[in-house]
């Protein structure tokens, strides 16, 4: 028998573990090292406890993930991310081996010798560990993985915590105020839980995407976007779902199926008190779901607008389609399209092109299309010149159904001015979305990346902070912040904004991605490349971030471990899509500027988006000079040339 049982063997008793120069005390839930404490996010601790507790085996992945997250589902990512930060943390043994050992598809094993202080007891590991393979992004690494950084995606808006994220936006350098009685009031749309015990996602989520949609363009209130309030589907006090959000009205909806009708009670609650603002029943046969929207909404518009105008009354009032087929596809597309994955980013394009047959005057799911498009497009997994123009087909087509829709206007504008360099139509069509919905935020988002690009900085900055406060649980707006921050010169700020993140959800990696560039701009190499190995530990060996590492290895002096991974993506991009301008980058690390100008010369033939920030990306300084680097501006509009 092992002289320390693990957690399964019922040994609770146990409060202390020392193991090199850490005390892992479980009374206060703090580890030491050598007296001094070291900082662990609560995830990372439990997940050492777990480990520490189960010293000398194997633990699989599962088991862990099982402990960690009873009763919820989570990306095998998530397991990943916290092993990473511990092995950063910790360091390495004596002996140059981790504490942590990944056994490949398997799990992981807690690789050195447990001492307990009281009992003088040592459970040493009981069999040697293979080479780890979590913490380390060089060449050969995550062969398996081989999607591109569409990828690192994966925990953007829907992965995170509901609570992390507010802690997010509550830890921003600049968190933006509180709603007051001078401002609009801000509303959360939670999905409508059914309380039938059937599967009611796809009805409560569509039920509440439905009422967003008609009440996001009306300027007399802030709606919260369906992205942030997916989250909350399956948490049943409403009122801490509106704290998290930082609303001051939150519209809590129920439903109870019988036979062939099916009941609706909506609340519309204070969050502050929990006082109920308004209420009511609603009855009709399942046949009649778009009766029951049109009550609905019109309902809570006027419980939350008295005096509407009438054309606020007609968007209201307005139907996107009468096909429950096309209805139920375009909601099941937004869940998949809400998850972030490849694989769920190509179902939603299916559901959503299944909507458009079964009802082609469909606007909302057109919008869809492209929204989908775009993404597949703008993380490259899907190559440019497929991706963009059916993204602008379907954005086209939706706003010739409804000229005025903000969803359709944002789509198009962003991917005409990503792949078809249309700067002066985007500053144009970007302001045009924000007098339509000022509400809306991915349009401040989008825009703020436009300003960006063309070197209008302040403005930039102005436009995401104004997305921040419209949006404040989402993780992708705090990370964009700071990729705009980043591009104005102001690393310091830039990288407190992503330590902010990256304190409260360490598995964002995107934030790490924004992190590691602003800190290979200070000079910062190790830490930059650490942070750069977290984003790629949970994005499943994606080309974007090798290739960002590999620029770190080469700038910050380790030239053959560049080199290696760039070997790796070249030989990649002869089975699939690997785009040229990660590989430019490595080039210009490695101070081949010819090569990196020809890598971006192709990255042009190629349409790739990214070029419209040539202007503003410091990495690209050394080029600066060559005429060819000049001319490649010129041709992707770069302003001020």
Known sequence: MDPLKDSQSGATDITRYEFGPYELDLSVG????????????P???????ALVRRAGRLVEKAELMKELWPDTFVEESNLAQQVFTLRRLLGEQPNGRPYIDTVPKRGYLFAAPIRRPDSGLTASPR?????SQSAHVDSGSFRAGRRSAVLVAIAIAVLAPAWVAWRIAQSSPDPPSAFDATRPSSVAILPFRDLTGSDGAPLGLGMADALITRLASLHGIVIR???????YADVEDPLRAGRDLRVTLVLDGRIQRAGERVRITTQLLRVADGSSVWGQTFDEPVSDIFRLQDSIAERVAAALV??????????????????????????LGRHHWSRRTEDDLRKSAEYFQEAVSKDPQYALAYAGLADAYNILGNFSAVRPEDAYPLAQRAARTALEIDPGLAEAQVALVFSEFLYERKWSEADTGFRRAIDVNPHYAPAHQWYGVYLSSAQRHDEAI?????????????????????????????????????QAIEQMAPGFPLTHLYLGQSLVQKGEFASAVDAFRLAGAVSGGSARVLSEQAHALAVGGQRNRARRILADLQARARGEYVDAHGLALIKVGLGDRAGAIEMLERAERERFPWLVRLGVEPRWA???????FRELMRRVGIPGL
């Open 622 to 628: 050394p080029l600066h000079d060559e005429r060819r």
């Open 225 to 231: 976007p369906t992205g942030s309030v997916v989250r």
């Open 127 to 131: 069999e040697p560990a293979p080479p």
């Open 306 to 331: 008295p005096s509407l105008t009438t054309e606020e009354r007609a968007r209201v009032a307005r139907r996107q389609t009468n096909s429950t087929d096309a209805y139920r596809s375009y909601v």
């Open 462 to 498: 102005a436009e995401l902070r104004r997305a921040t406060e419209l949006d404040p649980p989402s993780p992708v707006l705090h990370s964009v912040l700071a990729w705009v921050l980043y591009a104005a010169g102001r690393y310091d700020e830039a990288v407190a904004q992503c």
């Open 43 to 49: 995830k990372a601790f439990d997940t050492l406890v």
């Open 30 to 41: 703090r580890l030491h090292r050598q007296g001094e404490v070291v900082a662990l996010p």
